[in-house]
């Protein structure tokens, strides 16, 4: 239990209640569908970039990647090399012709939806499938945010791992559940900048009390030389190119994450995602920069100031606040965890409750279902949702970054090479993407289960190559698309 706590915890409960009252705020200003799930295409340049990254990163930007800097040193570079890149890419490829094909598409809310009008497919196998393995993977993807939330609560106030993970879970639900896709944009502004300032701040003050850079590089080359390079790992063996490839890999899992996704069709012109693009990717890096600075630097601060060693490298930001600050200032960067886990989770909650309620609900059990009746079943589906993914994260041994990496290789692998050929490919049709997102995702479930020799390369490589080779070997044994949805791909295409 961190020291001084009732400070923290006043600094706790004054962030959740403006989160919370963002979340009524936006509840007043939710009338439809369209509204609970995309904010009626009306955001700017600022939340939709920060919202994106925000909601991206979640509690493995402050806990997951500054552990493995922790215990990996530079190694870490190629992880957040790739993840840097690949933000760069999504926004540049998909942003804008995504928010403008959704619109031309049926005005589609939801990714299945989007494939399903893309591709006329009246049947809705593809909309149905898409949605099934969205819910599959972000229920990992969720547990991964409230298992930090478990270990936030846990080290600051001293719970017990179950009683934590379930406060954690109440704090994420209570606004997602109120004002859907405004709240959660609009607090992930909020919290994408507490999220930056913190792993700016933090590295920064942690150098300055323990020596400075060169006393980093000192210490470090002291204790483990082999931290201080990118081709080594930490025991000194050379990094393999499987190793280098699985590390820079997560890159390619942005054009397939339906909740970043969700940001770029909400976006309220064309002409805002240049300038969006140049905030996601400036706050992207500062961000990457700092969490590898906190781990590096946390390995200064344990050889320096701790006797023995940290047993949970993914607790290191929260083990530095607590030694370099008051406990009011530490309780507002501590709420950049919390910020980081519940900018993502309610993300993934509204996304899975949209796949609920608008591609099964809406397309299997009730088609006539009104505006107010999907949205109802859109947050039962929240609360429902969050407790399924809270039965996952029961364990307290579970690693943040490893539930993240199998849900985000999921999507990337099920929707990334999907989604770019629909948008870029006009000989693409209906069973060649029913054949991506299934070989995607199968290929992923199934990798993940072998090890050794080839099976060690991070699961997304072989599931975005077999899914893009299904795609187009599909596509051409099928037979060209009908006419109409060749022709409004051409529509699409003046659009931009």
Same mark, same amino acid.
Not at 277 to 286: D, G, H, K, N
Not at 378 to 402: D, F, K, T, Y
Not at 454 to 468: K, Q, S, W
């Given at each position: 239990?961190? +020291?001084?706590?009732?400070?923290?915890?006043?600094?706790?409960?004054?962030?959740?209640?403006?989160?919370?009252?963002?979340?009524?705020?936006?509840? %007043?200003?939710?009338?439809?569908?369209?509204?609970?799930?995309?904010?009626?295409?009306?955001?700017?340049?600022?939340?939709a970039?920060?919202?994106?990254?925000?909601? @991206?990163?979640?509690?493995?930007?402050?806990?997951?990647?500054?552990?493995?800097?922790?215990?990996?040193?530079?190694?870490?570079?190629?992880?957040?090399?790739?993840?840097?890149?690949?933000?760069?890419?999504?926004?540049?490829?998909?942003?804008?012709?995504?928010?403008?094909?959704?619109?031309?598409?049926?005005?589609?809310?939801?990714?299945?939806?989007?494939?399903?009008?893309?591709?006329? =497919?009246?049947s809705?196998?593809?909309?149905?499938?898409?949605?099934?393995?969205?819910?599959?993977?972000?229920?990992?993807?969720?547990?991964?945010?409230?298992?930090?939330?478990?270990?936030?609560?846990e080290?600051?106030?001293?719970?017990?791992?179950?009683?934590?993970?379930?406060?954690?879970?109440?704090?994420?639900?209570?606004?997602?559940?109120?004002?859907?896709?405004?709240?959660?944009?609009?607090t992930?502004?909020?919290?994408?900048?507490?999220?930056?300032?913190?792993?700016?701040?933090?590295p920064?003050?942690?150098?300055?009390?323990?020596?400075g850079?060169g006393?980093?590089?000192?210490?470090?080359?002291?204790?483990?030389? +082999?931290?201080?390079?990118?081709?080594?790992?930490?025991?000194?063996?050379?990094?393999?190119?499987?190793?280098?490839?699985?590390?820079?890999a997560?890159?390619?899992?942005y054009?397939?994450?339906?909740?970043?996704?969700?940001?770029?069709k909400?976006?309220?012109?064309?002409?805002?995602?240049?300038?969006?693009r140049?905030?996601?990717?400036?706050?992207?890096?500062?961000?990457?920069?700092?969490?590898?600075?906190?781990?590096?630097?946390?390995?200064?601060?344990?050889?320096?100031?701790?006797?023995?060693?940290?047993?949970?490298?993914?607790?290191?930001f929260?083990?530095?606040v607590?030694?370099?600050?008051?406990?009011?200032?530490?309780?507002?960067?501590?709420?950049?965890?919390?910020?980081?886990?519940?900018?993502?989770? =309610?993300?993934?909650?509204l996304?899975?409750?949209?796949?609920?309620?608008?591609?099964?609900?809406?397309?299997?059990i009730?088609? =006539?279902?009104?505006?107010?009746?999907?949205?109802?079943?859109?947050?039962?589906?929240?609360v429902?949702?969050?407790?399924v993914a809270?039965?996952?994260?029961?364990?307290?041994?579970?690693?943040?970054?490893?539930?993240?990496?199998y849900?985000?290789?999921?999507?990337?692998?099920?929707f990334g090479?999907?989604?770019?050929?629909?948008l870029?490919?006009k000989?693409?049709?209906?069973?060649?993407?029913?054949?991506?997102?299934?070989?995607?995702?199968?290929?992923?479930?199934?990798? %993940?289960?072998?090890?050794?020799?080839?099976? @060690?390369i991070?699961?997304?490589?072989?599931?975005?190559?077999?899914?893009?080779?299904?795609?187009?070997?599909?596509?051409?044994?099928?037979? +060209?698309?009908?006419?109409?949805?060749?022709?409004?791909? @051409?529509?699409? %295409?003046?659009?931009?």
């Amino acid at each position: 239990m961190i +020291e001084n706590s009732g400070a923290i915890i006043g600094t706790f409960l004054v962030y959740l209640a403006v989160m919370l009252g963002i979340g009524i705020y936006a509840y %007043k200003r939710t009338a439809s569908s369209a509204d609970y799930f995309l904010g009626g295409r009306s955001l700017g340049p600022w939340p939709a970039a920060l919202s994106a990254g925000a909601s @991206d990163m979640s509690g493995w930007l402050l806990l997951g990647l500054p552990g493995y800097a922790f215990a990996s040193g530079m190694e870490a570079l190629w992880l957040a090399a790739g993840l840097l890149m690949g933000t760069w890419l999504n926004w540049l490829l998909v942003a804008k012709r995504l928010r403008t094909y959704s619109i031309v598409a049926s005005d589609s809310l939801t990714l299945p939806e989007f494939f399903a009008n893309r591709f006329k =497919d009246n049947s809705k196998a593809l909309q149905v499938i898409s949605a099934f393995f969205i819910l599959l993977f972000f229920l990992f993807y969720t547990s991964s945010g409230l298992v930090a939330g478990g270990k936030l609560f846990e080290t600051v106030f001293g719970l017990d791992y179950t009683t934590a993970l379930v406060i954690g879970t109440f704090c994420v639900v209570s606004y997602t559940l109120f004002g859907g896709f405004l709240a959660v944009s609009w607090t992930d502004l909020v919290q994408g900048l507490l999220m930056a300032a913190a792993l700016v701040m933090v590295p920064v003050i942690a150098l300055q009390s323990n020596g400075g850079m060169g006393e980093l590089f000192t210490t470090l080359e002291a204790k483990n030389p +082999e931290l201080l390079t990118v081709w080594n790992d930490a025991k000194g063996e050379p990094l393999s190119w499987i190793a280098i490839v699985s590390l820079m890999a997560w890159g390619l899992g942005y054009f397939g994450q339906p909740h970043i996704l969700a940001r770029f069709k909400g976006i309220r012109s064309n002409e805002d995602v240049p300038t969006a693009r140049r905030i996601a990717v400036i706050w992207t890096a500062l961000s990457m920069v700092g969490a590898l600075l906190v781990g590096l630097v946390g390995i200064l601060y344990v050889d320096n100031q701790m006797a023995g060693d940290l047993a949970d490298g993914e607790k290191i930001f929260m083990v530095l606040v607590n030694a370099m600050f008051s406990p009011v200032v530490a309780g507002i960067l501590l709420a950049a965890i919390l910020a980081a886990i519940m900018s993502t989770a =309610d993300s993934q909650l509204l996304v899975s409750s949209s796949a609920l309620a608008e591609d099964f609900y809406k397309q299997i059990i009730r088609k =006539d279902a009104s505006q107010s009746e999907v949205v109802m079943v859109g947050r039962v589906a929240v609360v429902g949702l969050s407790l399924v993914a809270m039965m996952l994260a029961l364990n307290p041994e579970s690693s943040v970054l490893g539930l993240v990496s199998y849900a985000w290789a999921g999507f990337g692998a099920a929707f990334g090479p999907a989604l770019l050929l629909a948008l870029y490919w006009k000989g693409m049709n209906r069973n060649g993407a029913l054949a991506g997102v299934i070989v995607g995702g199968v290929t992923v479930v199934a990798w %993940k289960q072998i090890s050794g020799g080839i099976f @060690d390369i991070y699961e997304i490589v072989p599931g975005i190559i077999f899914a893009t080779i299904a795609i187009i070997a599909v596509s051409k044994a099928t037979g +060209e698309p009908e006419q109409s949805v060749q022709d409004e791909f @051409d529509r699409y %295409k003046s659009q931009l």
